[in-house]
T-cell receptor, first 115, second 107 residues
Framework: DARVTQTPRHKVTEMGQEVTMRCQPILGHNTVFWYRQTMMQGLELLAY????????DSGMPKDRFSAEMPDATLATLKIQPSEPRDSAVYFCASGSARRPSDTQYFGPGTRLTVL | GQNIDQPTEMTATEGAIVQINCTYQTSGFNGLFWYQQHAGEAPTFLSY????GLEEKGRFSSFLSRSKGYSYLLLKELQMKDSASYLCAVTDDKIIFGKGTRLHILP
């Protein structure tokens, strides 16, 4: 049963600290997405990669957020320094992107709380 | 600009039918998705429409009118487990999600 995995599932940190979230996409998927979900804003696309290359990170605050795919099995999202307004659930999703109808499969999310 | 609108909340009764509407204005269109998200969980895929008309899948159906920028998700024979948020999402060169509709099912 292939699924997207994310670590950690929960993270509580203090303002100013670095946060790193990791995602393992489904084997064979070539597209990876990072989303942030809050009650106020809903689900927002932060960045996405195809074949490990960043295609769009326009939804991401550039000064503190960075997203990378060091290899096909790992995607990372870093926040440095973190701020209380970054508190949200961060989802990673992967897909095959062969056709527009190919859906994304979401990981369980990382619930981040910045104090 | 890009915009997707859905009602914030809806309430329906177990065994009944409910229709969740979604309107969108986007610069391009490559299809529309509906996702279901239970509280504290990740979104899961329900349906995909790219052509006008109705797509039926068991108790769930999804309709699309591209000329009107409109879609709906129809849930029949509602069950308590259908209590969740339903997210409408439109793909252009990337995917844009609506804020979701929280559906409450009453016994």
């Amino acid at each position: 049963d292939a699924r997207v995995t994310q670590t950690p599932r929960h993270k509580v940190t203090e303002m100013g600290q670095e946060v790193t979230m990791r995602c393992q996409p489904i084997l064979g998927h070539n597209t990876v997405f990072w989303y942030r979900q809050t009650m106020m804003q809903g689900l927002e696309l932060l960045a996405y990669f195809r074949n490990r290359a960043p295609l769009d990170d326009s939804g991401m605050p550039k000064d503190r957020f960075s997203a990378e795919m060091p290899d096909a099995t790992l995607a990372t999202l870093k926040i440095q320094p973190s701020e209380p307004r970054d508190s949200a659930v961060y989802f990673c999703a992967s897909g095959s992107a062969r056709r527009p109808s190919d859906t994304q499969y979401f990981g369980p999310g990382t619930r981040l709380t910045v104090l | 600009g890009q915009n997707i609108d859905q009602p914030t909340e809806m309430t329906a009764t177990e065994g009944a039918i409910v229709q969740i509407n979604c309107t969108y204005q986007t610069s391009g269109f490559n299809g529309l998705f509906w996702y279901q998200q239970h509280a504290g969980e990740a979104p899961t895929f329900l349906s995909y429409n790219v052509l006008d008309g109705l797509e039926e899948k068991g108790r769930f159906s999804s309709f699309l009118s591209r000329s009107k920028g409109y879609s709906y998700l129809l849930l029949k024979e509602l069950q308590m487990k259908d209590s969740a948020s339903y997210l409408c999402a439109v793909t252009d060169d990337k995917i844009i999600f609506g804020k979701g509709t929280r559906l409450h099912i009453l016994p």
